[in-house]
């Protein structure tokens, strides 16, 4: 008779499925991939949090602001379409209660894939050598299509599933590019200047060519003033 209680206390359990992820034990590859499921824990919280914390960037915080649309627009298409998970799996990986079409996990990796490689060809990502350009636009691919074969390899989505999230993803991205590089952009200045801006020390060094490089001469131009003084 216990067990009646217990079996509808687990069903009215639900996971937060972007960090609830199983592998089978003994797998190494599984293993592997399931910390791959989780790079999109680890740039917003790794990445754009300590942005946020220590730089203050405004492409940085509208490219975090981007992410975050991209992925309530992606609650709102799986409410909507409703596709279920893989139905070999779901029961085993206890996500049969959410959807996957598409693949928020794919979605997230390609729109972040797409808009830092478009930050670095076309703005330079504070970096001035093409050649260094070149090669951090190709540093997120990799996880991204690594992030994709997680998810389809885990048991998580069909290959539709994560194909229709990497699509989506790469619009949603290179689209929210466009739009702060070439109409939010303008606002950046002000941004700066407003009373929030300038509590928060926020700022935009996109019209800085190499931004390393500046900041290294300028600290140690402080340094040596601080020494005389």
């Known amino acids: 008779m216990d067990d009646v209680p217990a079996a509808a206390a687990a069903a009215a359990l639900k996971a937060v499925t972007l960090t609830h ?22 740039i917003s919280l790794g990445g754009f949090v300590s942005n946020f914390i220590f ?40 996500v049969c209660d959410s959807h996957g079409w598409p693949s928020s996990h794919s979605q997230y990796m ?16 504070g970096v001035s050598s093409p050649r260094s350009r070149h090669l951090l636009a190709l540093l997120p691919w990799p996880a991204a299509f690594l992030t994709l074969y997680s998810r389809v390899y885990l048991g998580y989505h ?6 229709a999230g990497a699509t989506l993803g790469v619009v949603l991205g290179a689209g929210w590019f466009w739009i702060v590089n070439t109409m939010l952009v303008s606002y950046f200045p002000a941004i700066e200047e407003s009373a929030i801006g300038r509590f928060l020390y926020i700022k935009d060094s996109s019209h800085i060519p190499d931004v390393l490089k500046f900041e290294y001469d300028n600290a140690r131009a402080a340094r040596k003033k601080l020494a005389i003084d």
């Not at 981007?66 to 596709?83: A, F, R, T």
């Not at 390609?110 to 990502?125: E, M, V």
């Not at 069909?158 to 194909?163: G, L, R």
């Open 55 to 94: 730089r203050r960037e405004l492409q940085g915080l509208f490219f975090a602001f981007g992410l975050l649309l991209s992925q309530v627009l992606n609650e709102l298409i799986k409410s909507s379409i409703q596709q279920s998970r893989p139905s070999t799996m779901c029961a085993v990986l206890e």
């Open 158 to 163: 069909t290959v539709a599933q994560v194909i």
């Open 21 to 42: 992820v199983r592998y089978r034990r003994g797998d190494s590859l599984g293993h592997f991939l399931a910390w791959v499921s989780l790079i999109p824990v680890f």
């Open 110 to 125: 390609f729109f972040f894939a797409s808009y830092f490689t478009l930050l670095c060809l076309l703005n330079g990502a």
